[in-house]
């Protein structure tokens, strides 16, 4: 892929990612309504930048061209896995309501899925329509909602992100719009693993843990080169044991 303008990481103060296509030589920005690494560029509302693109009122996509790319980290709190057991009357979460009030909580978790999932296809519908390369990622394992319910298949499944990098195994799902994946041989398996259960969640309703946010930088690098650019590394086949 030819990336001849700039770089728009969206969502979940994805710095690593904008820092990592800078050293490659990219002008990069990162757009978020947090910014708890220092690493925010724009404090951008994106969920009200997309419905008033959508809407065709003035946004930041007027200033983002076919030239550019968007990666897109979309918040993943009511597709994920864990979010579906979230649906179940069985989920720990409602052991002390009672069933009215389970069924309460329920329904305001649907309306808030329906927000995020209708947002995420306007989101897809603005870029496509003018014609913007661009990249969004969600997990992929297990049971997660958009397996069964989105507008494509993924193009791209990376089932273990260790073996670029990273510190979780965490399949992880790419959807490309108005662009197609390059295919490269990264491969550094040389972090100590981490797991979820150790990670630290959000103490804020809608918005995910920090440690997704914290991607390595050799995954960032990685991904970037093999996934997006094509470009070859000699790194070799690097390993922790």
């Not at 968007?70 to 597709?79: D, G, N, V």
Request: proline share 4%; with cysteine; charged share 25%.
């Amino acid at each position: 892929m030819e990336i001849n303008g700039r770089v728009h990481l969206f969502f979940e103060q994805s710095g690593t990612f904008k820092n990592e296509f800078k050293k490659l030589g990219y002008e990069a920005y990162d757009y978020d309504i947090q910014n708890n690494f220092g690493e925010t560029d724009f404090d951008n509302d994106l969920f009200k930048e997309i419905d008033d693109a959508y809407d065709g009122k003035p946004s930041l996509f007027d200033r983002i061209t076919p030239d550019d790319l968007i990666m897109a980290f979309y918040p993943c709190i009511y597709f994920c896995a864990g979010s579906q057991m979230c649906f179940y009357l069985s989920c720990p979460n409602y052991k002390n309501l009672s069933s009215k009030e389970t069924i309460k909580q329920i329904l305001e978790r649907t309306e808030q899925r329906k927000r995020y999932y209708s947002t995420l296809i306007k989101f897809c519908a603005v870029c496509i329509e003018r014609n913007i390369k661009m990249i969004f990622e969600n997990p992929w394992s297990e049971q997660t909602y958009l397996k069964a319910n989105f507008i494509k298949v993924p193009d791209l499944v990376d089932n273990n992100r260790m073996n670029r990098g990273d510190y979780f195994i965490k399949p992880t799902a790419y959807w490309y719009f108005n662009c197609e994946p390059t295919y490269g041989e990264s491969y550094q398996n040389d972090k100590e693993k981490k797991t979820h259960d150790t990670t630290r969640s959000s103490k804020v309703p809608g918005i995910c843990s920090e440690e997704r946010s914290m991607i390595s930088p050799d995954y960032a690098r990685n991904f970037i080169c093999d996934f997006i650019i094509g470009k070859k590394q000699q790194i070799g086949q690097m390993s922790l044991f």
